[in-house]
C-alpha cells in the first residue's frame, strides 16, 4: 500500500514538474480586460413600417475611437440617399465610460414617436452581448432602455442620458431602445 502510494505520489510530481517545464517563462493566467481595447460602430436603419426594430449593419471595430469617427464620417459621405449617419449613443465595457466602446448611429436623431421608441436593436451585435457596464445618448435621445435577453425580453432598465454604471442590468444588455422620452430619468 505504502509503495503504491509512494508511486502515486512521484508520478504527480513528475506530472506537474513537466507541465512547468513547457511552460514559457512569461505566461500568465487570462485575466477579463486583458485583451486590447475595441472601438466599434453599427449603423441601424430605419425599421419597415409596424416593425419595433431597425436593421443592423455590419459590426466595423477599430484599435482607437478616432477609426469609429472616421467610419461615421465615411458612412455619410457614402450615403447616396442624402440621409446622414447621426450617433445615438455610445456603450463602453467599463464603468465610468471606459474600456471597450460601440458606438450606434441611426439615420436620424430621436424624435417623437408616441409611446414607441425612435430606434431599437433587438440584439447585441456579435461579442457585445452581456458586457456593457455604461452608456451615454446623444442626438435627441433622452434615454435608453436596456433588456436582459434578445428580442426585448426578460427585465428591462431605463437608464437616462448619462448611465456612469448599470446597477442589475451591469454585463447584462442583450437588446436595447432609444428614446426622446425620459420616463423620468435626468438627461
Not at 449603423?43 to 475611437?65: I, N, T, W
Request: proline share 6%.
Amino acid at each position: 500500500m505504502r509503495t503504491t502510494l509512494l508511486r502515486c505520489t512521484a508520478a504527480v510530481l513528475l506530472f506537474f514538474g513537466m507541465t512547468v517545464s513547457v511552460m514559457p517563462a512569461h505566461a500568465s493566467p487570462a485575466r477579463p480586460g486583458a485583451s486590447p481595447e475595441r472601438h466599434c460602430v453599427v449603423h441601424l436603419g430605419v425599421a419597415e413600417k409596424g416593425q419595433r426594430y431597425s436593421p443592423m449593419s455590419d459590426l466595423r471595430c477599430f484599435s482607437s475611437s478616432a477609426g469609429v469617427r472616421a467610419e461615421i464620417a465615411q458612412e455619410n459621405e457614402r450615403a447616396d440617399t442624402g440621409i446622414q449617419a447621426v450617433l445615438i449613443g455610445t456603450d463602453y465595457t467599463d464603468p465610468n465610460y471606459a474600456g471597450s466602446s460601440l458606438s450606434w448611429t441611426a439615420p436620424g436623431a430621436c424624435y417623437y414617436n408616441g409611446t414607441r421608441p425612435s430606434w431599437g436593436a433587438p440584439s447585441m451585435p456579435a461579442g457585445w452581448d452581456n458586457v456593457v457596464s455604461s452608456t451615454q445618448t446623444y442626438s435627441g435621445c433622452k434615454a435608453t432602455v436596456l433588456y436582459d435577453y434578445a428580442n426585448y425580453g426578460g427585465i428591462s432598465m431605463v437608464t437616462g442620458c448619462n448611465s456612469t454604471t448599470l446597477s442589475f442590468m451591469d454585463n447584462r444588455a442583450s437588446a436595447r431602445e432609444w428614446t426622446d422620452q425620459t420616463y423620468g430619468q435626468p438627461c
